[in-house]
Nanobody
Framework: QVQLVESGGGLVQAGGSLRLSCVASGSVSRINTMGWYRQAPGKQRELVAVITSAGSTNYADSVKGRFTISRDNAKNTVYLQMNSLKPEDTAVYYC???????????WGQGTQVTVSS
């Protein structure tokens, strides 16, 4: 089992920045992939960014060049630095983690990000 706790969401004006954090606890030694999804009202949950334990990253096209995912394995923490925020980035952001050789995702409780125009 893995428990994930997110923080760092809030209200920001368009063009501003926020940094989300997600701390993992439990069976963290088995974690390979960590990342962030988001879900806006009335829309499906979508992948924002992912990072492996080796540091490989992948981003949704909509956030490339604006968001940066990073990871501190010693602290079992993944971060999402969000710059040049747009109103369309408004959503609940969910942290997830996945063990190596598994297709099961553990999820955090979500943190609200609201970008005003």
């Amino acid at each position: 089992q893995v428990q994930l706790v997110e923080s760092g969401g809030g209200l920001v004006q368009a063009g501003g920045s926020l940094r989300l954090s997600c701390v993992a606890s439990g069976s963290v030694s088995r974690i390979n992939t960590m990342g962030w999804y988001r879900q806006a009202p009335g829309k499906q949950r979508e992948l924002v960014a992912v990072i492996t334990s080796a540091g490989s990253t992948n981003y949704a096209d909509s956030v490339k060049g604006r968001f940066t995912i990073s990871r501190d394995n010693a602290k079992n923490t993944v971060y999402l630095q969000m710059n040049s925020l747009k109103p369309e980035d408004t959503a609940v952001y969910y942290c997830y983690s996945r063990w190596e050789f598994s297709t099961y995702n553990y999820w955090g409780q979500g943190t609200q990000v609201t970008v005003s125009s």
